[in-house]
């Protein structure tokens, strides 16, 4: 802070008799000008700051380093936080007691030459009390924010984890009674002649009940109640996204879509293997929906590549842009933009590769998509 005025000892009991005569006068043309709402719930304690400010300047003049200054602006601050008065009227308030401290300083008997130092001592103060005040109306009102954005946070993610707590015991109750409906379709299926209507329809069945068990193992990865043995192990990631591409085929053929893969050697990394073939398996799904829907070329690129202590798995589609406010929270549970979507398959893939102590990006222009996760190499396991 700037260097405080000095008054010798006679100059200073002048100046705080002019503020004991003229207590009154300034308290009572503050008031006059001041904003204070009928309904401000701390109306006669406006009334007391404003005598206590008065007499503080007093105290500040026998003592600048007075500990009450930042006291009554603490008070006063807090007070006009509740009553809801903004800082820029909080600060012309103050302002307007500077300007008639001024005024009736003016017009008092104090010869010309005074004047000028009383008016620099009294500016001081109004100085530091603006200074502390400010501070404090500022420091209230971050907390008050700060509180409320987390008040907000933990009922959006309590609100996250009940439903996902919902959606597990769903999914949990519909898994048993699935695989013995599989096991017995199977049962029929067999007993079925090959050859009638009928066995097409066998078909179509079991793609629907594949596709209802795979979308009840992503409720299950959500919610961490593991549907898959989660044994840890040395694999090949080339090996899983080989596997995933081949078992996939038909469907990029189906859909005209044209591969281009990038994955040499063979990298491997540590961890489950299931779960890296889900995290595969869920964006090149993604990938697929989104080109079906896509008039222009049909592509995913497909990179597996290292630097020697971690591996970079890039998959890329060609499509339109994903739009901004989509990618903020792509990887949050239950955002879908599709009509069957259940938004979960990116948030599983998130968790996955975050317990395998990596990370996952994307990056999104008006030509294409890309999706790129980075794993520790499985030479450098120590760290899982
Ligand atoms: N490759 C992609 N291209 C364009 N949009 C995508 C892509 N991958 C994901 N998205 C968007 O992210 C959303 C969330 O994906 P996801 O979590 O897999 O849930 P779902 O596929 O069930 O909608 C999708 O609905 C889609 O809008
Ligand atoms: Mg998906």
Known sequence: MKVRHEMNEEDTQQLIKLFHTQHNTILDEWLNVVAISENDPFYEEVINNGGHTIRLITTYLKDPETPMIQNLTKKVARERIEAQVDIGEFIT??????????????KSD??????LKFLLMINDFFDLYMYHAVTEYSNLKDSIIQKKSRFIQEMHSDRLSILGQIAASFAHEFRNPLTSIKGFIQLIEMETPKDGEVASYFKIINREMESLQEKISQFLYLSKMK???????????????RNMLAFLYPRFVDEHITIDSDINGQLTMFGVEEQLKQVVLNILNNAVEELSETDGDRVIHVSLTNNGSELFLKITNSGSKIPEHLLEDIFEP?????????????????QI???????IQVDSTEKETSFLM?????????IY
């Open 93 to 106: 308030n103050i302002n307007m007691g500077r300007s008639i401290v001024y005024r009736v300083l003016n």
């Open 110 to 115: 104090v010869p010309q030459d005074k004047q």
């Open 227 to 241: 549907g898959i043995d989660d044994e840890s192990e040395s694999f090949s990631l080339t090996e899983v996204i």
């Open 334 to 350: 239950f955002i879908s933009t599709k009509q069957l979507g259940t938004g979960l398959g990116l948030s599983v893939c998130k």
């Open 353 to 359: 590769v975050e317990k395998h102590r990596g990370m």
């Open 374 to 382: 980075t794993f520790p190499l499985a030479e450098a396991k120590g």
